[in-house]
């Protein structure tokens, strides 16, 4: 049995994980933004908790987890996070913090790797060996799998999919350089081009937005912003095919909103194969089958 706590931009998930991936139980907490002043000592509180609470509830003891593993977004490195936009945070230990409570071995990872890592296991990249698993929402993040296993520099975390340049002098990207991928193909990307050419409030719901965009599809002006996302999406993948050679790409994140609207243009796109160096085998892209809780897995499994 493990334990696999799931950080957002604004929530905190904490799941009871067996070994073959199953969540037993689950806590969600979503962060008030009054909190967002003392939010890493909310989170620490949070954690530990929904942690008692599980395994009270469910009669088990602390010693008897084989670990807990956190997915955090931003950028992990020994065990500390850094650079979480969206929770105000520059830099956090907490893995230390959360030692002080539990003595179990804490494993963390960003993300986009640990929904990597889930899907590679227990969702709809188990049954490829070599495969690249890319979580497509406000940012581009993912991994890379030979033979199930995860690519693990020992340098950096690596894989920043999302920071490969796809346009030279292109769109300023959050990390300071231009023309990134997903400073192209986010879906905030695309939020943003579809919400300003349809003069939109740019808070809209993805649901809102996803239904204007359908209302809207003869739109040749939008129609214009889809192809053109879906073409910069298709360079970028394209790329990861090139160097990779996976026998499939799983995509998470936000994009499974759009599947309708982006799923078929974009095999259309990719399968033209002008793009690709070896144009006899066909790449699978498939959806992720976890959603929400390929975090909680993934960080459980780590
Ligand atoms: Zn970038």
């Given amino acids: 049995m493990r334990i696999g ?5 604004s929530h905190v998930g904490v799941g009871l994980v067996e070994e073959d991936g199953k969540i037993l139980v689950k806590k969600e907490y979503n962060l008030l933004v009054k909190e967002k002043q003392r939010v890493q000592e909310v989170i620490i509180d949070k954690i530990v908790q929904f942690v008692n609470e599980i395994l009270d509830e469910n009669h088990h003891i602390l010693e008897n987890m084989k670990q807990i593993g956190i997915a955090s977004p931003g950028t992990v490195k020994d065990g500390k996070l850094y650079h979480l936009v969206n929770l105000n945070i520059d830099e956090f230990d907490i893995t230390e913090k959360l030692n002080e409570y539990f003595n179990i071995p804490i494993k963390i990872c960003n993300d986009a790797k640990c929904a990597a890592i889930a899907e590679n296991l227990y ?12 979580t497509i929402g406000t940012g581009i993040g993912g991994a890379a ?3 199930h296993q995860m690519l693990v520099p ?9 920071h490969m340049i796809i346009q030279k002098d292109g769109n300023v990207c959050k990390c300071g350089k231009q023309g990134c991928f997903e ?9 943003k081009q ?7 409030e740019p808070d809209i719901s993805g649901k809102e937005l996803r239904k204007l965009i359908e209302e809207n599809i003869q739109d040749p002006g939008l129609d214009e912003i889809l192809e053109r996302y879906v073409e910069y999406l298709s360079i ?5 095919i090139n160097i990779f050679e996976p026998q499939a790409i799983g995509i998470g994140g936000s994009f499974a909103h759009y599947e309708e609207l982006l799923l078929e243009r974009l095999k259309e796109r990719l399968y033209r194969k002008d793009l690709l160096f070896n144009k006899n085998d066909v790449v699978e892209i498939r959806l992720a089958t976890l959603q929400n809780d390929a975090g909680i897995i993934g960080a459980a499994m780590l």
């Fill in 123 to 134: 969702g709809s990249m188990k049954s490829y060996e070599d495969h690249i698993f890319l």
């Fill in 154 to 162: 020992k340098q950096n975390p690596g894989f920043e999919f999302g």
């Fill in 194 to 200: 579809v919400t300003s050419y349809l003069q939109l």
């Fill in 236 to 240: 970028g993948l394209s790329n990861l």
């Fill in 145 to 147: 799998f030979y033979n």
């Fill in 183 to 191: 400073s192209y193909c986010s879906i905030k990307a695309l939020k």
């Fill in 5 to 9: 706590i799931d950080l957002g931009g």
